[in-house]
């Protein structure tokens, strides 16, 4: 049994105000005080990241962020580096979110710079993946993944691997209300792990963590964080409701 510590990462997406954000952060910290055997990790919007940084500090909450520029700076109006990132308090940044590649047209090239400037940074990427329902239909699926793990992953060495953190997210799963069953996430999980061993020398296949995402709930979590492969998740609509978020920090292993 592989001892690869969990994570389950909120990610708020455009949601709360700064004061919204301070009241939930406020609930989390009090009520999921006595957790230590895994990681909760809660990604808000930029504006809310420095109040939270502060609400945060000495607790077992991480700050991540949902996006960032490869650029460390020059002159890309509206954009924020992982650099700044890290100046504001944040530990992770998302890359290659779903919604990133279909609204915004990132590629997975751009994805990988992305990645290796959050590296450059000192900060752990949290870099999702996932096929479209039209890609899974037709069979694509492990095409599709082979695809954007390879180019994602691009000039990443073992070292670098250490602070990576895989996402699986089928994209016909998120804010769908649809999630793959337990058994069709772990047979993604371990198709990934398995392309992590062609990449990588060593034990980076098993040392990586990879997460579920998609319409991740307190009624499927405990199925989920059953199997083998999956080792935490990147939760959406459910993160934003204290208690909800609370349950699934507080899964149990069947």
């Given at each position: 049994m592989t001892m690869r510590k969990a994570i389950i990462a909120g990610n708020w997406k455009l949601y709360k105000t700064i004061s919204?954000?301070?009241?939930?952060v406020k609930q989390l910290r009090e009520e999921l005080?006595?957790?230590?055997d895994r990681e909760i990790i809660i990604a808000p919007v930029f504006t809310a990241l420095a109040p939270l940084a502060a609400e945060v500090a000495g607790s077992n909450i991480q700050l991540a962020a949902q996006n960032c520029h490869p650029a460390v700076s020059g002159a890309y109006t509206g954009e924020v580096s992982a650099l700044l990132l890290k100046d504001v308090g944040c530990t992770s940044i998302i890359v290659g979110h779903s919604e990133?590649?279909?609204l915004f047209g990132e590629t997975d090239a751009f994805i990988n710079a992305k990645i290796k400037s959050v590296l450059a940074a000192g900060l752990q990427a949290i870099f999702c993946v996932g096929e479209t329902l039209e890609e899974r239909e037709s069979?694509?699926?492990?095409?599709v993944l082979t695809r954007q793990?390879?180019?994602?992953?691009?000039?990443?060495?073992?070292?670098?691997?250490?602070n990576v953190v895989i996402a699986y997210e089928p994209v016909?799963?998120?804010?769908?209300?649809?999630?793959?069953t337990a058994e069709e996430a772990q047979d993604a999980h371990v198709f990934i792990r398995g392309l992590l061993a062609g990449l990588f020398d060593g034990k980076i296949d098993g040392q990586?963590?990879?997460?579920?995402?998609?319409?991740?709930?307190?009624?499927?979590?405990d199925g989920l964080m059953a199997q083998e492969d999956i080792d935490g998740a990147l939760v959406g609509?459910?993160?934003?409701?204290?208690?909800?978020?609370?349950r699934i920090v507080r899964f149990t292993q069947l």
């Amino acid at each position: 049994m592989t001892m690869r510590k969990a994570i389950i990462a909120g990610n708020w997406k455009l949601y709360k105000t700064i004061s919204e954000a301070q009241a939930l952060v406020k609930q989390l910290r009090e009520e999921l005080v006595d957790i230590s055997d895994r990681e909760i990790i809660i990604a808000p919007v930029f504006t809310a990241l420095a109040p939270l940084a502060a609400e945060v500090a000495g607790s077992n909450i991480q700050l991540a962020a949902q996006n960032c520029h490869p650029a460390v700076s020059g002159a890309y109006t509206g954009e924020v580096s992982a650099l700044l990132l890290k100046d504001v308090g944040c530990t992770s940044i998302i890359v290659g979110h779903s919604e990133r590649r279909q609204l915004f047209g990132e590629t997975d090239a751009f994805i990988n710079a992305k990645i290796k400037s959050v590296l450059a940074a000192g900060l752990q990427a949290i870099f999702c993946v996932g096929e479209t329902l039209e890609e899974r239909e037709s069979d694509e699926m492990f095409e599709v993944l082979t695809r954007q793990v390879r180019e994602g992953l691009l000039g990443l060495d073992s070292m670098a691997m250490e602070n990576v953190v895989i996402a699986y997210e089928p994209v016909w799963a998120i804010g769908t209300g649809k999630v793959a069953t337990a058994e069709e996430a772990q047979d993604a999980h371990v198709f990934i792990r398995g392309l992590l061993a062609g990449l990588f020398d060593g034990k980076i296949d098993g040392q990586t963590r990879i997460l579920y995402g998609g319409s991740v709930k307190p009624e499927n979590i405990d199925g989920l964080m059953a199997q083998e492969d999956i080792d935490g998740a990147l939760v959406g609509g459910a993160s934003l409701k204290a208690e909800d978020f609370i349950r699934i920090v507080r899964f149990t292993q069947l």
